[in-house]
């Protein structure tokens, strides 16, 4: 079930209390809720993270070569400061916000129509597990025809929150994502099963 921005404030406000037991926080809270909504806006961090380019002539996802801090270059960014996102260009960026997402709640972010109206879209992966601490990672790609500014502390995407059935001995989310407070480009697993494929095509080759 979908949250409303009403309930979500009542639920902030209830995890705001010393006692609270597997509360949701959102904090610093600095965007006003809603109450007519179902979201919450979430802020731009200061971290960015891009790839080298120059250290590279391509990505192979099949061949592990290369550490990802070898591979990415993290750049600061104060408040009153911009970035400049170029036309094609990709960076990893973070959000201001830290979060913690209850057991039985998970959340899903999507961008802000009125930036992707003007090319920078917010192609982040949308789903957050239940359990999640930790700011959120935001992939940000310029895929309009002039550079944008982007600012640490503006309004970047909006998180809708929903309800979730578990288990009783079902545990939160132990991803390798949860409790950084810079973007992070993580690492894709060996995928055993595109590995058979391509066996099992290179075997009927004749």
């Keep these: 079930m979908l949250l409303t921005a ?10 705001a209390t010393p006692d609270a037991e597997d509360p949701l926080v959102i904090t610093p809270q600095l965007c006003r809720l809603d109450r007519s909504g179902a979201s919450v806006d979430f802020r731009l ?4 993270m891009n790839l080298r380019q120059s250290r590279m002539t391509h990505l192979d996802i099949a061949k592990k070569t290369e550490k990802p801090a070898q591979l990415t270059k993290t750049n600061f960014v104060p408040f009153g400061k911009y970035y ?3 036309p094609g260009d990709f960076v990893l960026g973070v959000t201001l916000e ?3 997402l209850p057991s039985m709640m998970g959340a ?3 961008g802000r129509s009125s930036w992707g109206r003007r090319g920078l879209i917010i ?3 949308t789903g957050v597990h239940p359990g999640f601490v930790g700011t959120l990672t935001l992939e940000l790609s310029n895929v309009g025809e002039i550079p944008v500014k982007i600012y640490p502390g503006m309004s970047i995407c909006q998180l809708f929150l929903h309800t979730v059935e578990r288990g009783k001995n079902e545990t939160f989310d132990d991803s390798r994502f949860v409790g950084f407070r810079k ?5 894709i697993e060996r995928d055993d099963v595109a ?3 391509a066996r099992i095509k290179k075997e009927k080759e004749p």
């Design 6 to 15: 009403a309930r979500i404030a009542e639920l902030l406000a209830i995890g």
């Design 45 to 48: 961090g200061s971290w960015f």
């Design 84 to 86: 400049v996102l170029h």
């Design 98 to 100: 830290w979060l913690r």
């Design 108 to 110: 899903y972010v999507i």
């Design 123 to 125: 192609a982040t992966a």
């Design 183 to 187: 973007p992070v480009l993580g690492e």
């Design 195 to 197: 590995d058979k494929l």
